[in-house]
């Protein structure tokens, strides 16, 4: 079984940033590729960014493109959201998840997902 916990969240002015934390645990000696969703109040999850199990590969939601990167340090099983540049459509529930399946931007490939982190964004 693999855990996962979303920290870094809270409330931020537009252009302003927050880097989002994800720390998983368990199973962690298979290194799972990784992704981040949001999920905005009234709307369905989104994908927002994802990661290779070694990080060399990145994959983003073309809303994000440019302000948000993602990483990951194996060595401290987290992997990050940088987030710059924020606007207020930005506003949502961010959730890390880990993939076993083959899709980075398909919400059912994943199957492990934390609770989520807030993120809000004011004008």
């Known amino acids: 079984q693999v855990q996962l916990v979303e920290s870094g969240g809270g409330l931020v002015q537009a252009g302003g940033s927050l880097r989002l934390s994800c720390t998983v645990s368990?199973?962690?000696?298979?290194?799972?590729?990784m992704g981040w969703f949001r999920q905005a109040p009234g709307k369905v999850r989104d994908f927002v960014a994802a990661?290779?199990?070694?990080?060399?590969?990145?994959y983003y939601a073309d809303s994000v493109k440019g302000r948000f990167t993602i990483s990951r340090d194996n060595a401290k099983n987290t992997v990050y959201l940088q987030m710059s540049s924020l606007k207020p459509e930005d506003t949502a529930v961010y959730y890390c998840?880990?993939?076993?399946?083959?899709?980075?931007?398909?919400?059912?490939?994943?199957?492990?997902w934390g609770q989520g982190t807030q993120v809000t964004v004011s004008s």
């Open positions: 368990g199973r962690t000696s298979s290194l799972y590729p």
């Open positions: 998840a880990a993939r076993r399946g083959a899709n980075y931007a398909t919400l059912s490939d994943y199957d492990y």
């Open positions: 990661i290779n199990w070694n990080g060399d590969s990145t």
